[in-house]
């Protein structure tokens, strides 16, 4: 190679250590030590100058001039990469001066090392070329001169050079390739696969194979990038090539079958195939980008982090767990970092701008999973940044080449940004720039695939801006989403499509919501339908079981409990076929666990209406299901639990049902502190008021009438302030504050106002058409009829005559009643009702006993009876107030009985009516207790005669004397004074049934028989004088 030294002895081994020092840069080169290559060739190449060497310094200044351009790729700053290759292409520039004066080749043979110097420059400028019509025009003078100039270094055999110029020609045709459009892309692609392929054939020829060059898988790469950009049948390269041996091209091949990996899978149809390779893809990007980056082929690198980005966002779309949609964004993300970072080092612009722009739409997804405000507010300051930077590079692009993809992009972020905003004029104006933006990118993008992700950002704008109230948005968007849907299916994207109905369905959905009726249920329901069918028909598993889930919501939300639980348990059927094929385990489990939940809380909403307990099982299990996947639901359905458990044993058991209020109270309280929502709120206040209402119904129990009252009244206040917030079924508070106001009415007709009953009759009829539990109507029901039972009741026994008609009205009631509380299972006011039923017919009982006559012994003892027959089922039923009442009714009944009785005992048989009204105003008897009737005794014999003096009326009574206490023929054994003429003087006031019991002593004084009758003079409480007589004793007096 070198020619024969000569000189003295200094020059031979100056010369000497010059080929030892390029011998070693070969051999370093030949390795792919770049670095310690340019080193030794900048060594050799001063000593071969100072000797005058000119064909060896040229030799030497070439390989250094490549050495430095290669060293160049591996830079991760832009200016470290513009500077070797200005220093790369000043050194060759020198070799070109080097040529033109080397007057010992021919002429033709010194332009052409001219024409290769230059083609060589040229090359190396298109890598830094930022203008894009002067890029574009110096790659294609490259790859016309270069080729002309390859075609002499081939006439002159010189393989290495025209290897190492291909090689640069390729590299500047790859980086320039996305820059054309069409035919000329394909041509350059095809020209950058020629020039590889050319290049390794002359490096074998020359016997200098370079493999740190990675020719062969350039070469591939350029062949698949003509495959993608040809959109053709995918290459199969399994048999391109042998497994590379250099780690750098190992990479790049893990890169190329990526790339085919990754276009292959957004194609395929069947989504199990289509997971499979999107996840292989996203493997092998990983290792491919992690790769290149440690070998240090930094260009590549930034399109290998570019490919990692894509296959994240595909792995992002074709999942539904937020969780792993987060992490697949998060990785995302990081991957554009650093396809940014090396992009701008290497002066990538193009994949510059395609990372920026994929920056806002990668955010913009990000923005909407983030639950951390924090972050949220960082990743929106960071999507703005991007998205200006990204404006800025597409402006520098004469050309429209990016202009759709990044309209697009801005538009996806600035919706985002509006979800996340909270200003509501604020978020309505990012949503029209968001609408104006999308309509712009839809103009200038005709890829339909690009085009129906436009179109779905879009009806998603449009249906946000319908949230906002803007009219006819939702219209819009449903018409935007069909288009989507449209381009989906012409692309044959069934993801996109399954998507896009999905979003149909939830438009329709919302149209129903606001209108409150029409047509947009059964549109909505269709669209979910829909999605199942694509979702089914590419055997998406997942997909098909978020539809149903979508179905059971909306089945939810119409009401239709039997069936939402029936999608529910379908979609937990797809779910569970996931499982059994063994994908994805961990986040399949923890979205059956929350279907379950979902199938348990729509049996509860099912049973809502008729059992209680049942219900708050369901709902119990189902907010325990939800504790790890949401923990405020998960509360909130525990305190509907403990609500429906208090409902189930509400009224009957009113202190146990206060004890699970509070409960419930005091979870909803805890929830509230951690954020809880509307319908928590209303919840708790609806419990607040059950809270009241059953205190007053546990204080009416107790006989605190006026108390009860109070808390009825605070009841309704509170209830009525759960009316105005409630939304659900449990939440009809409407129903409960009329009950409650019907329960203070009801109070207040017993307490005396009686027209009040007929208000609450009318309170409690109006709530029986918005509770919604069958007890509550029923109950609603019973207290209807009770109200009017209790009215004419009391119309019965406060009328001083009997009114058979008002007996019967109030008995038909009080049976309608007690019909209602036994379907509510309310058994304590079935048995109040018994009660009150029983206390009727005792107070009918002594209605007829005032003119009963000789029947009035059997009516005293069917009115004590019935008396006995109420107090029993009041003391079972807890109602101790209406207890003590009919324990006096039966105490008073009792002394009636026995004053009855005294009275045929003193006045004999047959007590007259006037008898008993002369009673009420204090009545004082006499009674003779001994000697009996007929009692014989004998003259001289000492008599005790034993009176009992007793007020038998209902007011004190005054007795002046005993008249006829010593009847003639007998004398009086005691104080003289206190008898006159027979007549014994007392002068006492007697209370009502107050008694004097009188000894008399007397002695018979002759032989007689003496009908001894005393008769009492007394003076009423209305200063009558009355007297009272008892039936005669017959006293027999015998000879002594």
Not at 615 to 624: D, H, L, N, P
Not at 1021 to 1029: D, E, H, I, V
Request: aromatic fraction near 10%; proline fraction near 1%.
């Amino acid at each position: 190679m070198m020619r024969g030294a000569r000189g003295d002895n200094r020059t031979k081994r100056s010369l000497e250590k010059a080929e030892k020092l390029f011998g070693r840069g070969v051999e370093a080169e030949g390795r792919g030590d770049v670095r310690e290559a340019g080193k030794r060739f900048k060594e050799a190449s001063d000593i071969y100058a100072s000797l005058g060497e000119r064909g060896a310094f040229v030799n030497s200044e070439l390989l250094r001039g490549h050495c430095i351009a290669f060293q160049a790729l591996s830079e991760r700053a832009a200016d470290r990469f513009r500077g070797l290759i200005e220093e790369a292409i000043e050194v060759i520039n020198e070799v070109r001066k080097g040529y033109i004066k080397d007057y010992t080749l021919r002429g033709v043979e010194r332009d052409v090392w001219i024409s290769y110097s230059v083609n060589f420059i040229n090359a190396l400028r298109v890598l830094l070329e930022e203008n894009l019509p002067a890029k574009k025009d110096s790659c294609m003078k490259v790859i016309k001169e270069g080729e002309t100039c390859v075609e002499w270094l081939e006439r002159l055999e010189e393989s290495e050079k025209a290897g190492l110029l291909l090689f640069w020609i390729g590299i500047a045709c790859v980086r320039s390739a996305s820059w054309f459009r069409g035919e000329e892309a394909l041509n350059v692609l095809r020209k950058a696969a020629e020039s590889f392929s050319k290049a390794g054939r002359f490096f074998e020829a020359a016997r200098r194979p370079r493999h740190y060059l990675c020719l062969e898988m350039m070469r591939e790469l350029c062949d698949v990038m003509l495959a993608l950009e040809e959109r053709g049948a995918p290459l199969q390269l399994k048999g391109l090539t042998a497994e590379p041996r250099e780690e750098r091209c190992r990479m790049i091949h893990k890169y190329n079958l990526t790339l085919l990996e990754l276009y292959s899978a957004v194609r395929e149809r069947f989504f199990a195939e289509r997971q499979r390779r999107t996840y292989d893809a996203l493997s092998n990007a990983r290792e491919a980008a992690k790769g290149l980056e440690e070998v240090g082929d930094c260009g590549l690198a930034a399109d290998a982090y570019f490919l990692l980005s894509k296959a994240c966002y595909e792995a992002f779309k074709i999942t539904l767990s937020n969780r792993r949609k987060r992490e697949r964004l998060e990785e995302c993300y990081e991957a554009l970092k650093k396809a940014y970072m090396y992009a701008r080092a290497q002066m990538k612009s193009d994949v510059n701008i395609k990372v920026l722009i994929m920056m806002a739409r990668v955010i913009s997804e990000y923005i909407k999973l983030v639950e951390n405000d924090a972050l949220k507010i960082r990743l929106i300051r960071d999507g703005a940044s991007y998205s200006r930077e990204a404006l800025d590079e597409v402006r520098k692009v004469p050309e429209e080449a990016f202009i759709g993809e990044f309209y697009g992009s801005v538009a996806s972020y600035l919706a985002a940004a509006a979800e996340a905003e909270v200003d509501e004029g604020r978020r309505r104006e990012l949503l029209e720039k968001a609408v104006e933006y999308g309509e712009v990118a839809l103009e200038y993008e005709e890829e339909r695939l690009r085009r129906g992700d436009y179109l779905y950002c879009l009806a998603e704008t449009y249906y946000m801006l319908g949230k906002c109230g803007q009219a006819g948005a939702f219209e819009k968007a449903g018409e935007v989403a069909k288009k989507a849907r449209e381009s989906f299916i012409s692309a044959e994207d069934l993801v996109g499509a399954a998507g896009s109905f999905i979003l149909s369905g939830n438009i329709q959905r919302e149209i129903w919501r606001r209108e409150k009726g029409g047509e947009g249920y059964l549109r909505a329901r269709q669209e979910y339908l829909e999605a199942v069918r694509v979702a089914s028909s590419m055997d998406w598993k997942e997909m098909e079981g978020e539809a149903l889930v979508k179905l059971a919501e909306l089945e939810d939300e119409k009401g239709n409990y039997a069936q939402a639980s029936e999608y529910y348990i379908q979609a937990l059927e797809r779910f569970n076929k996931i499982m059994i094929e063994g994908r994805e385990e961990e986040d399949i489990k923890e979205r059956m666990k929350s279907v379950e939940a979902r199938i348990s809380i729509e049996k509860g909403k099912e049973l809502l209406k008729s059992r209680l307990s049942e219900a708050a099982s369901y709902f119990r299990k189902g907010g325990e299901l939800l504790l790890k996947e949401n923990k405020h639901e998960a509360m909130f359905y525990q305190s509907l639990s403990e609500f429906l458990e208090a409902e189930d044993v509400s009224m009957d058991k009113p202190r146990e049902a206060l004890e699970r209020l509070k409960t419930a109270s005091e979870r909803l309280k805890a929830l509230r502190e951690m954020g809880g929502d509307k319908k928590a709120e209303a919840l708790l206040r609806l419990c607040r008021g059950k809270e009241h209402l059953e205190e007053g119904l546990a204080l009416y129990a107790e006989g605190a009438y006026s108390p009860a009252l109070v808390k009825f009244s605070m009841a309704a206040k509170a209830l009525g302030e759960a009316a105005k917030l409630g939304e659900g079924d449990w939440e009809k508070a409407n129903g409960y504050v009329l009950f409650a106001q019907g329960l203070e009415r009801f109070i207040r007709g017993q307490l005396g106002a009686h027209d009040e009953f007929l208000e609450a009759a009318s309170l409690f009829n109006e709530s029986t058409k918005i509770l919604v539990t069958d007890k509550m109507k029923n109950a609603a029901f019973g207290f209807t009829d009770l109200c009017y039972g209790w009215r004419k009741f009391l119309e019965y026994i406060e009328g001083e005559e009997e009114k058979e008609d008002s007996y019967i009205e109030a008995r038909m009631h009080l049976e309608r009643s007690l019909k209602f509380f036994v379907e509510a299972g309310l058994s304590n006011y079935a048995k109040y009702v018994e009660g009150l039923g029983y206390l009727l017919d005792g107070e009918r009982y002594i209605k007829k006993l005032e003119s009963a006559g000789e029947a009035a012994e059997k009516y005293y003892a069917l009115a004590e009876e019935s008396y006995n027959k109420a107090k029993e089922k009041f003391s079972d039923a807890g109602y101790i107030g209406l207890e003590r009442e009919v324990e006096e009714k039966i105490q008073k009944l009792r002394e009636q009985e026995a004053r009855r009785r005294y009275l045929e005992a003193v006045l004999g048989e047959g007590v007259s009516r006037e008898d008993m009204e002369n009673l009420r105003d204090g009545f004082v008897v006499v009674r003779v207790n001994e000697p009996a009737d007929r009692s014989l005794f004998k003259v001289g014999d000492r008599i005790t005669v034993k009176i009992e003096l007793t007020n038998i009326g209902d007011a004190n009574a005054i007795i002046e004397r005993l008249e006829n206490a010593v009847p003639q023929g007998f004398k009086f054994m005691g104080k003289a004074e206190t008898v006159k003429d027979g007549d014994m003087v007392i002068r006492r006031e007697l209370a009502s049934w107050e008694k004097i019991s009188l000894e008399i002593k007397i002695v018979a004084e002759k032989e007689q028989e003496v009908e001894y009758q005393p008769m009492v003079i007394f003076r009423d409480n209305k200063n009558r004088k009355r007297y009272f007589k008892p039936n005669p004793i017959r006293i027999l007096i015998g000879e002594g």
